[in-house]
């Protein structure tokens, strides 16, 4: 069953050498199943797009898909795919 509100963000930290680290989560609002935990040193709009399309496959297409920050990389990358869904920053 898919899910019908699904939200991604990038985390930001570094590690004690000072190196920086990204992780995107994602995770469905609705259960509040993690359904992704990437982490790396530069996560690009490509990584998330290629992530979140995916989840699609495995979990089927959300109604919505959310982003706690404006990325809007992101949102644009997944606009011009023409997905059925509804993407918002919130």
């Excluded at 930001?12 to 935990?37: N, P, Q, S």
């Excluded at 709009?45 to 404006?70: D, E, W, Y």
């Amino acid at each position: 069953m898919p899910t019908t509100s699904s939200t991604y963000d990038f985390i930001f930290d570094a590690t004690a050498g000072g190196r920086r680290l990204k992780v995107l989560t994602v995770l469905d609002e609705y259960t509040r199943l993690v359904l992704a935990i990437v982490p790396g040193r530069s996560l690009t709009s490509a990584t998330a797009k290629g992530m979140l399309a995916k989840l699609f496959v495995r979990h089927g297409r959300p109604q919505v898909i959310r982003s706690a920050c404006c990325h809007a990389l992101v949102n644009h990358a997944l606009r011009r795919l023409r997905w059925p869904l509804l993407v918002q920053s919130s």
